[in-house]
């Protein structure tokens, strides 16, 4: 999942970015509104973490904004305005969760699992796909009954593809998910990931789907 952070506190900021990468999340932190409005309209990110009072547009202003222009990405208000009427507005203006500064980032990582298990259509933080289960709680994976150790992106990327198990994923999709705004990942990195998640599971779990992307089947063995 690739998460846009936008937050102006550079420690605050620094200490999500972290505990999520730790996560298995792709982050791309941001620190000003116009930037934050212009990264949304790339359609870039899965979700966005969205801090309210931010130098150059304020973070109330983007949301509105993005939402008139009909942008969907996810998004969850970070910010100390902890009034009533500001979380009205927030919700009204479209954000889909509201967090009230100071917070825990067990909490903001909680929140995160919900909103991506509702956009997903899951139930529940554990995903399963034939004989491969992933918890999305404890970032433990199994094949066929036994433990698989996987790399951070390993992770993320078999997240992605189990949470659309029987369906296509494109590439393009697949890199803005997994590297987001980093514009250095070579060529063939996507290729390579696939390759050593392969490996750990079975040649035959992951399908290529020549020029367009990769799938897992609904019930792969």
């Known amino acids: 999942m690739h998460i846009i952070l936008v937050e102006d506190d550079p420690q605050l900021g620094a200490a999500i970015q972290r505990a999520l990468e730790r996560l298995a999340y792709t982050v791309s932190w941001l620190r000003d509104g116009r930037a934050a409005l212009l990264a949304l309209r790339d359609e ?5 973490l969205l801090d309210l009072g931010l130098p150059g547009k304020d973070g109330l202003d983007v949301l509105l904004e993005a939402r008139r222009t009909h942008i969907r990405t996810p998004v969850i ?24 500064k100071p917070f825990h980032l067990d909490e903001l990582a909680a929140r995160i699992r919900s909103l991506t298990r509702r956009a997903q259509g ?11 289960s992933l918890d999305l709680g404890t970032s433990e994976v199994s094949f066929r009954g036994a433990p698989v150790e996987l790399t951070k992106r390993e992770f993320a990327l078999l997240q992605i593809l189990m ?23 070579g060529s063939s990195a996507l290729e390579v990931l696939v390759h050593t998640l392969r490996r750990k599971l079975s040649y035959d779990t992951i399908r290529t789907v020549r020029g367009f992307g990769y799938m897992i089947p609904r019930e792969p063995t």
Do not use: F, H
């Open 44 to 48: 870039t990110a899965d979700l966005v």
């Open 77 to 100: 208000v970070m910010t100390a305005r902890d009034g009533l009427d500001d979380r009205v507005r927030g919700l009204d203006a479209g954000a889909d969760d509201y967090l009230v």
């Open 122 to 132: 899951l139930a529940a933080n554990r995903i399963e796909a034939g004989a491969l």
């Open 163 to 185: 949470e659309r198990a029987g369906r296509l994923v494109r590439r393009e999709n697949l890199e803005n998910s997994l590297y987001g705004l980093d514009n250095m990942v």
